[in-house]
């Protein structure tokens, strides 16, 4: 008897790199071309005229394949509820797994969402694809292609390795640094970090810190922190300033005292 495997409909979640269309790979290239459309969110508004991730968004989605873009405006989202922070992006999640149901639902054929990126880092793609398979209205199979996180380019364009050898990185929000440093983690990434955390840091820190990697308008900085405080603050706000829009990421590290790498140690 022979079983001939009946193709469902596909939802793909692919990421896209952190800023630059070259950073798309050429799987996550040939997974946009065979999808009948994008579903992208909108977060445009009053408060922000330009949706410039959407605008690249749009640019990938029409370099490779010219795949329509299906639009969804961004539920809105409580910044306010400091006490119930989990609870206000549990609610916003909800909402959003309402909005591209309701998409999913109206038009035919397999969809993608075009991740920052890659989907494993601070973003609650998987989390939401999943909440619309569970509410059971559509129908459908989800995979993920891995896209180049800006932490990797961070750590590429710095031309380092994130830890030492045999050591461990963690990877952290900005709003849970100072948490971080407290309980003794002393090789730390930041993502997520609107205010530059990092800068209220006492103590003996190394920062290698990116701005806006893999544009035209790419920053660095590294050194001592307490050498480089001014400096970070400075390229933030002109990086900001100059592009309409600043995302950044850094390594923190307490020098700590140099391990002789042990013979069969390959990392
Ligand atoms: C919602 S998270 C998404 C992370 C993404 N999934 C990734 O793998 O890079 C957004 C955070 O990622 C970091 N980020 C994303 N793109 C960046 C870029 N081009 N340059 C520097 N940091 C970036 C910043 O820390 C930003 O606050």
Redesign the pocket.
Known sequence: MTVRRVHSRRVRII?IG??HPDQVTHEAAAALRGVAFVIAADKAGPDQPRDRLLEAREEIARRYGDVPVIKVSDPERDRDDVVDYRGAVRDWHEARVAAYEAVLVAHEGDAAFL?????????STIRIVEGIQRRGRVSFEYDVIP????????AARHRIVLHEVGQPILITT?RRLSEAVDQGHDNIV?????NLACVELEGEWQIWW??????AD?RLVSGRLADVRDELRVQRDTAKGTSGWV???YLLRRPVPQVVAASGDND
């Open positions: 990421g952190s800023g991740v920052w990126g890659d989907p494993a880092f601070y973003d896209g180049i996180s800006s932490v990797q380019v961070l900005g930041v993502m997520l970090d609107g990116g701005a806006n990697l893999g544009t790419e995302m950044d990421t």
